[in-house]
């Protein structure tokens, strides 16, 4: 028996042709988006990639300049290490000199206490000598006295030799008086004048 209301075979291969291009046409769809996704993903991933090699090659070329700096400044380091060898040197040599100065110096100062004995020594004479100056100045002060005791006694003894004289020159004067009539007479010859 024939049925109308089914469809042909052909317009059934049709829908199941239009169904699987639609399916076909959204596979596609969605391939071209996880395809665009993958491009954009494969930018960034490409992005990524360069600035890391990019960052690689800078930090690289940085750290061929730092040991390059590094290496200028251990050839410095090493002169100012040579240079501080030798000033090293230099100063051992200084204290063992002054090691030698400081040797020498006992031996001078071994003398000093001989030195500080004949000090008080010294200070002992020195003090007898104060004594002995200070007993010296008594005795000028007494000589002093004495000399103004002189003088007094020479002025009263000069005063005295002038009354003396004066005496003496009134006695002279009586005496010519008292011969004076002698020296008149008839020996007025025989006295000396």
């Given at each position: 028996?024939?049925?109308?209301?089914?469809?042909?075979?052909?317009?059934?291969?049709?829908?199941?042709?239009?169904?699987?291009?639609?399916?076909?046409?959204?596979?596609?769809?969605?391939?071209?988006?996880?395809?665009?996704?993958?491009?954009?993903?494969?930018?960034?991933?490409?992005f990524i990639v360069r600035?890391?090699?990019?960052?690689?090659?800078?930090?690289?070329?940085?750290?061929?300049?730092?040991?390059?700096?590094?290496?200028?400044?251990?050839?410095?380091?090493?002169?100012?290490?040579?240079?501080?060898?030798?000033?090293?040197?230099?100063?051992?040599?200084?204290?063992?000199?002054?090691?030698?100065?400081?040797?020498?110096?006992?031996?001078?100062?071994?003398?000093?206490?001989?030195?500080?004995?004949?000090?008080?020594?010294?200070?002992?004479?020195?003090?007898?000598?104060?004594?002995?100056?200070?007993?010296?100045?008594?005795?000028?002060?007494?000589?002093?006295?004495?000399?103004?005791?002189?003088?007094?006694?020479?002025?009263?003894?000069?005063?005295?030799?002038?009354?003396?004289?004066?005496?003496?020159?009134?006695?002279?004067?009586?005496?010519?008086?008292?011969?004076?009539?002698?020296?008149?007479?008839?020996?007025?010859?025989?006295?000396?004048?």
């Open positions: 028996m024939h049925n109308d209301n089914t469809d042909p075979p052909n317009e059934k291969t049709a829908d199941a042709f239009e169904a699987i291009a639609g399916a076909m046409t959204e596979f596609r769809q969605e391939m071209e988006h996880f395809d665009g996704l993958g491009t954009k993903i494969a930018n960034r991933t490409r600035s890391v090699f990019a960052t690689l090659i800078i930090s690289s070329i940085y750290l061929v300049f730092m040991i390059f700096q590094m290496a200028n400044n251990m050839s410095v380091m090493t002169d100012h290490l040579e240079s501080m060898y030798s000033r090293f040197g230099s100063m051992s040599q200084d204290m063992r000199e002054i090691t030698g100065l400081v040797d020498s110096m006992g031996k001078s100062i071994s003398g000093i206490p001989e030195i500080a004995q004949s000090m008080v020594e010294m200070n002992g004479d020195v003090g007898a000598m104060t004594g002995s100056v200070f007993e010296m100045n008594t005795s000028v002060t007494t000589i002093d006295n004495d000399m103004v005791s002189i003088n007094v006694n020479m002025q009263e003894i000069t005063g005295r030799l002038t009354n003396m004289n004066h005496a003496v020159n009134w006695m002279s004067n009586d005496v010519n008086e008292m011969a004076a009539p002698m020296n008149s007479g008839p020996m007025s010859g025989f006295w000396p004048r």
